[in-house]
């Protein structure tokens, strides 16, 4: 029972229930209080959506901010961490000698070891300044340092701050232009800051100054240069900034791609992501190996017999090889390899032989300088070719492509006319010769006179005169061409020409071949009338007839400047034709592109000639007593990228010049008689040396047997007679010896990497005449103390020496390169420079090759307990060195 009452009602009876409830409540709220109206409830719902949806506003700006505030802080810790990774000092490797740290050097600046990431960054970064410095840096203006420049202080002064100006102008821009514009080629630092500085570096060096323009003392963007000057700078410009820009956008692909999937690629992409660097670092690592393979497959021949009968006695009488390979060393030791040269040095650059087989590291510099030299001798060469135009226009100028010939008998003796200006002829049927007859038309005074003279002319029939000059096209005048007189009056070859004044081309009889209606004798330039020359012009009608009216102040002025000339008239008559002027130039400018093609190709075949030489010991080097110079005074070696740039822009505008003024001599009218001459000596003193060199060879035949007489009368006479000979001869001798010298020395200017002269001949007393080449030796020794493979070897060995301490290099080890050389290469004992505690090579030497090959561990065991021995005394003697030097301390 109890349970049946204390179970809950079924659930209609609770549905009732709660509805009853309700209703009562409701009923009691209503007597409480009274009914709000609709009004009240529509705006407190209102406020509780208005509240609602402020809150969530309100909660969302919060997250907005702080995400914002997190990214932000994202942001500003990774551009931190991109700005300064990798310039502090990391530690590698904690070793018993302490740590190991890698530090910060910029290497996209290091061009002594060419530490960078890409080699053609680094050119392009080099070529790059070479033409931002000659297009906007070497034609600066200076500032001014005192107004009076004719004072003598004033001069030196001004020279003082010009040069102190161009060393600050080269230095900032220098600094500022590698360090932005290299930025994002460092080997080890990778950052997107670098790469955004070097796209910068490309903007605001190879493109804003095209369209910002400056003129003032430390840089200027106004050109005034030839439109095909400009073409050609800006060509280069765009060219090497799209490099530039190329390999920055390889660089931020290589960012975003990671390292190991670029290292395990094996596509041509992959390596210009990596950078040339990793590239040449593994050709250099290969030369290593094949260095040391191939020292090792020569030792080994040397063991060989190539006789079998020899060897067949020796294998006989005894085991070891020892003594064998030291007679074959002795035979070979003159035995030379033929390398070098400008073919060789091309084609082992083109085979990749001279990294992967030598070893040679031909640094950033070298590489610069060649196409620097390249740019400033196309630059030169253009600029000598618009000289050389310039010349030509003269030359034109001076001898006008035109000439004239008129029949006096066509011609009329304006007399009686009312002009200013009497004195002339006027002629028909006039024959104009030549590509410069049309090229000045007539205006002004000229054109009034001219149309006043020619109309009287019956075959003008003033057709051709109009209001204005303009309107006539075929009215020209000429400026110092005469006229010559042809036809019945000049039959008996009579001297007489009369000065064109303008003429009205009347018809063209083909080519260059027009006739024309002219009036001659009056200059047009001070408008002087009689202007008539020749012997027989006083016997020719008309012209006679307007000679005899001439005032007679005018005949005495003209007789007494019959003889006197005009600048212009002198350079007429003297200055060079414009065939000659083109010849020269043409065969100039080709002796100075050959100049100039020639210095660029032999730079990097002889500096691979000149590692060589050093490396083989025909260059002495570490054993030479003079070798200590190279080591010191690094920093000139500096100047070597200028010196081969100017070296080779002097070059070609030297011969240029000079091969273009010997064309000149020989073919102008005014030398060609001295030349000729001259060339009569040299062609006599050739002849004379040939017949020479022929008595050389009949008396060298007949009179001697090397350096022993066979006939001794004969050969005294003939001694006597030559003696004789050459003491006339030989004045030419040095005169051909100093043209020769100087033409080689010019050919030489820009040529640092070998001398011209050598250590006697280049040095008075303490001064050296010529220092560039030893510190183009230094710069290549800077390099190959760092690139050498055998360098980079020995010093991942010194490194691993330095980690692991006494772990690695053991004593043990060591014994067993000693037995392995002195077996293999016994005759490198010489080289080698032993210290105290090292390993007796003589105790080496009596164990090798008197015991059977069986023996060989006992042999070890025996030297380690002797190396062992050895150590222990040098201990002990180091210990009481200690102690005496500590009881003298005492004692003082």
């Given at each position: 029972?109890?349970?049946?009452?204390?179970?809950?009602?079924?659930?209609?009876?609770?549905?009732?229930?709660?509805?009853?409830?309700?209703?009562?409540?409701?009923?009691?709220?209503?007597?409480?209080?009274?009914?709000?109206?609709?009004?009240?409830?529509?705006?407190?719902?209102?406020?509780?959506?208005?509240?609602?949806?402020?809150?969530?506003?309100?909660?969302?700006?919060?997250?907005?901010?702080?995400?914002?505030?997190?990214?932000?802080?994202?942001?500003?810790?990774?551009?931190?961490?991109?700005?300064v990774d990798h310039t502090d000092e990391i530690t590698i490797s904690n070793t018993d000698n302490g740590p190991i740290t890698k530090i910060f050097t910029f290497s996209a600046l290091d061009f002594t070891v060419d530490d960078y990431k890409s080699f053609t960054h680094t050119l392009a970064t080099f070529v790059g300044f070479v033409i931002f410095f000659i297009r906007y840096l070497l034609f600066t203006s200076n500032p001014e340092v005192c107004s009076n420049s004719s004072v003598y202080g004033c001069q030196i002064g001004q020279m003082v701050v010009t040069f102190l100006t161009l060393m600050f102008k080269l230095i900032f821009y220098g600094i500022l232009f590698f360090l932005i514009v290299s930025s994002g080629n460092d080997g080890y630092r990778r950052s997107f800051l670098d790469i955004f500085i070097g796209?910068?570096?490309?903007?605001?060096?190879?493109?804003?100054?095209?369209?910002?323009?400056?003129?003032?003392?430390?840089?200027?963007?106004?050109?005034?240069?030839?439109?095909?000057?400009?073409?050609?700078?800006?060509?280069?410009?765009?060219?090497?900034?799209?490099?530039?820009?190329?390999?920055?956008?390889?660089?931020?692909?290589?960012?975003?791609?990671?390292?190991?999937?670029?290292?395990?690629?094996?596509?041509?992409?992959?390596?210009?992501?990596?950078?040339?660097?990793?590239?040449?670092?593994?050709?250099?690592?290969?030369?290593?190996?094949?260095?040391?393979?191939?020292?090792?497959?020569?030792?080994?021949?040397?063991?060989?017999?190539?006789?079998?009968?020899?060897?067949?006695?020796?294998?006989?009488?005894?085991?070891?090889?020892?003594?064998?390979?030291?007679?074959?060393?002795?035979?070979?030791?003159?035995?030379?390899?033929?390398?070098?040269?400008?073919?060789?040095?091309?084609?082992?650059?083109?085979?990749?032989?001279?990294?992967?087989?030598?070893?040679?590291?031909?640094?950033?510099?070298?590489?610069?300088?060649?196409?620097?030299?390249?740019?400033?001798?196309?630059?030169?060469?253009?600029?000598?070719?618009?000289?050389?135009?310039?010349?030509?226009?003269?030359?034109?100028?001076?001898?006008?492509?035109?000439?004239?010939?008129?029949?006096?008998?066509?011609?009329?003796?304006?007399?009686?006319?009312?002009?200013?200006?009497?004195?002339?002829?006027?002629?028909?049927?006039?024959?104009?010769?030549?590509?410069?007859?049309?090229?000045?038309?007539?205006?002004?005074?000229?054109?009034?006179?001219?149309?006043?003279?020619?109309?009287?002319?019956?075959?003008?029939?003033?057709?051709?005169?109009?209001?204005?000059?303009?309107?006539?096209?075929?009215?020209?005048?000429?400026?110092?061409?005469?006229?010559?007189?042809?036809?019945?009056?000049?039959?008996?070859?009579?001297?007489?020409?009369?000065?064109?004044?303008?003429?009205?081309?009347?018809?063209?009889?083909?080519?260059?071949?027009?006739?024309?209606?002219?009036?001659?004798?009056?200059?047009?330039?001070?408008?002087?009338?009689?202007?008539?020359?020749?012997?027989?012009?006083?016997?020719?009608?008309?012209?006679?007839?307007?000679?005899?009216?001439?005032?007679?102040?005018?005949?005495?002025?003209?007789?007494?400047?019959?003889?006197?000339?005009?600048?212009?008239?002198?350079?007429?008559?003297?200055?060079?034709?414009?065939?000659?002027?083109?010849?020269?130039?043409?065969?100039?400018?080709?002796?100075?592109?050959?100049?100039?093609?020639?210095?660029?190709?032999?730079?990097?075949?002889?500096?691979?000639?000149?590692?060589?030489?050093?490396?083989s010991g025909v260059i002495p080097s570490l054993r030479d007593p003079n070798f200590i110079k190279h080591r010191k005074q690094l920093e000139s070696t500096t100047k070597i990228l200028g010196v081969m740039i100017w070296g080779a822009a002097f070059t070609t505008l030297f011969f240029t010049g000079i091969v273009a003024i010997i064309i000149l001599l020989l073919f102008w009218e005014v030398t060609r008689p001295i030349v000729f001459q001259i060339l009569g000596v040299v062609i006599g003193v050739v002849v004379t040396l040939a017949i020479k060199s022929i008595l050389f060879v009949v008396f060298g035949k007949l009179n001697y047997a090397a350096f022993y007489r066979r006939r001794p009368l004969v050969n005294n006479i003939s001694v006597v007679a030559l003696e004789a000979w050459h003491l006339g001869l030989t004045?030419?001798?040095?005169?051909?010896?100093?043209?020769?010298?100087?033409?080689?020395?010019?050919?030489?200017?820009?040529?640092?990497?070998?001398?011209?002269?050598?250590?006697?001949?280049?040095?008075?007393?303490?001064?050296?005449?010529?220092?560039?080449?030893?510190?183009?030796?230094?710069?290549?020794?800077?390099?190959?103390?760092?690139?050498?493979?055998?360098?980079?070897?020995?010093?991942?060995?010194?490194?691993?020496?330095?980690?692991?301490?006494?772990?690695?290099?053991?004593?043990?080890?060591?014994?067993?390169?000693?037995?392995?050389?002195?077996?293999?290469?016994?005759?490198?004992?010489?080289?080698?420079?032993?210290?105290?505690?090292?390993?007796?090579?003589?105790?080496?030497?009596?164990?090798?090759?008197?015991?059977?090959?069986?023996?060989?561990?006992?042999?070890?065991?025996?030297?380690?307990?002797?190396?062992?021995?050895?150590?222990?005394?040098?201990?002990?003697?180091?210990?009481?060195?200690?102690?005496?030097?500590?009881?003298?301390?005492?004692?003082?």
């Amino acid at each position: 029972d109890n349970n049946i009452a204390n179970e809950p009602p079924p659930p209609q009876q609770q549905q009732q229930q709660k509805t009853k409830e309700g209703k009562q409540n409701n009923e009691n709220d209503a007597n409480g209080r009274e009914e709000k109206p609709r009004e009240e409830n529509f705006f407190e719902n209102a406020h509780a959506v208005v509240k609602k949806n402020i809150s969530f506003i309100k909660h969302d700006t919060v997250d907005l901010f702080e995400n914002a505030h997190a990214a932000a802080r994202k942001n500003i810790s990774f551009i931190k961490h991109d700005t300064v990774d990798h310039t502090d000092e990391i530690t590698i490797s904690n070793t018993d000698n302490g740590p190991i740290t890698k530090i910060f050097t910029f290497s996209a600046l290091d061009f002594t070891v060419d530490d960078y990431k890409s080699f053609t960054h680094t050119l392009a970064t080099f070529v790059g300044f070479v033409i931002f410095f000659i297009r906007y840096l070497l034609f600066t203006s200076n500032p001014e340092v005192c107004s009076n420049s004719s004072v003598y202080g004033c001069q030196i002064g001004q020279m003082v701050v010009t040069f102190l100006t161009l060393m600050f102008k080269l230095i900032f821009y220098g600094i500022l232009f590698f360090l932005i514009v290299s930025s994002g080629n460092d080997g080890y630092r990778r950052s997107f800051l670098d790469i955004f500085i070097g796209f910068a570096g490309i903007v605001l060096f190879f493109v804003t100054p095209y369209f910002v323009r400056l003129d003032s003392v430390i840089i200027t963007t106004e050109t005034t240069s030839d439109e095909r000057e400009n073409f050609f700078f800006i060509t280069i410009s765009v060219v090497v900034g799209a490099i530039l820009a190329i390999r920055q956008v390889l660089n931020v692909i290589s960012l975003l791609i990671d390292d190991e999937k670029i290292g395990k690629s094996k596509s041509v992409w992959a390596r210009f992501l990596v950078g040339s660097s990793a590239h040449d670092e593994l050709q250099s690592k290969r030369a290593a190996v094949y260095k040391v393979n191939k020292m090792l497959q020569n030792a080994y021949k040397l063991h060989q017999q190539g006789d079998a009968s020899i060897s067949l006695n020796i294998q006989n009488t005894q085991k070891s090889t020892h003594d064998l390979s030291l007679l074959n060393f002795t035979k070979i030791s003159d035995k030379t390899e033929r390398v070098g040269g400008f073919k060789w040095a091309w084609k082992a650059l083109y085979s990749g032989d001279v990294r992967e087989k030598e070893g040679i590291w031909l640094h950033t510099r070298l590489y610069g300088g060649v196409f620097g030299q390249l740019i400033v001798i196309v630059s030169t060469l253009i600029t000598g070719a618009f000289l050389f135009m310039k010349l030509i226009a003269v030359a034109e100028e001076a001898n006008p492509m035109c000439s004239a010939v008129f029949d006096p008998s066509n011609c009329h003796a304006m007399l009686g006319i009312k002009t200013p200006n009497p004195g002339v002829i006027a002629c028909t049927d006039v024959l104009l010769i030549g590509t410069g007859c049309n090229d000045n038309p007539v205006d002004g005074v000229l054109f009034e006179l001219s149309c006043s003279i020619l109309s009287l002319i019956p075959i003008t029939n003033q057709t051709f005169c109009n209001d204005t000059p303009s309107a006539i096209p075929r009215l020209f005048t000429f400026n110092g061409v005469f006229g010559n007189v042809i036809g019945e009056s000049n039959k008996d070859n009579g001297d007489c020409s009369a000065l064109l004044t303008s003429c009205f081309i009347t018809g063209d009889n083909g080519i260059h071949n027009q006739t024309a209606a002219c009036v001659l004798g009056m200059s047009t330039s001070l408008f002087i009338p009689y202007q008539f020359r020749g012997s027989d012009c006083e016997n020719i009608s008309p012209i006679n007839e307007v000679i005899e009216e001439r005032p007679i102040f005018i005949e005495r002025i003209q007789e007494a400047t019959n003889n006197a000339k005009t600048f212009d008239d002198l350079v007429r008559q003297y200055f060079p034709r414009r065939w000659i002027v083109l010849l020269s130039a043409t065969l100039g400018l080709l002796a100075g592109a050959f100049s100039g093609l020639w210095i660029f190709l032999s730079y990097i075949p002889n500096t691979i000639s000149t590692i060589l030489k050093i490396r083989s010991g025909v260059i002495p080097s570490l054993r030479d007593p003079n070798f200590i110079k190279h080591r010191k005074q690094l920093e000139s070696t500096t100047k070597i990228l200028g010196v081969m740039i100017w070296g080779a822009a002097f070059t070609t505008l030297f011969f240029t010049g000079i091969v273009a003024i010997i064309i000149l001599l020989l073919f102008w009218e005014v030398t060609r008689p001295i030349v000729f001459q001259i060339l009569g000596v040299v062609i006599g003193v050739v002849v004379t040396l040939a017949i020479k060199s022929i008595l050389f060879v009949v008396f060298g035949k007949l009179n001697y047997a090397a350096f022993y007489r066979r006939r001794p009368l004969v050969n005294n006479i003939s001694v006597v007679a030559l003696e004789a000979w050459h003491l006339g001869l030989t004045v030419l001798f040095v005169v051909a010896r100093l043209v020769s010298l100087l033409v080689a020395a010019a050919l030489h200017a820009g040529r640092v990497d070998m001398s011209v002269l050598t250590e006697s001949a280049g040095a008075i007393g303490p001064i050296d005449l010529d220092p560039l080449p030893a510190s183009y030796r230094k710069d290549l020794l800077l390099a190959d103390a760092h690139r050498h493979p055998f360098i980079e070897r020995l010093g991942a060995m010194y490194l691993m020496k330095i980690k692991h301490g006494a772990k690695f290099a053991t004593a043990a080890g060591s014994v067993w390169r000693l037995l392995f050389v002195f077996a293999l290469m016994p005759w490198l004992r010489k080289y080698r420079i032993a210290s105290e505690v090292d390993l007796p090579e003589e105790l080496v030497l009596q164990e090798i090759g008197t015991k059977p090959d069986h023996q060989y561990k006992k042999k070890i065991e025996q030297l380690e307990k002797k190396v062992r021995a050895l150590q222990r005394m040098s201990e002990v003697r180091s210990n009481l060195g200690e102690i005496d030097d500590e009881s003298t301390v005492d004692s003082k």
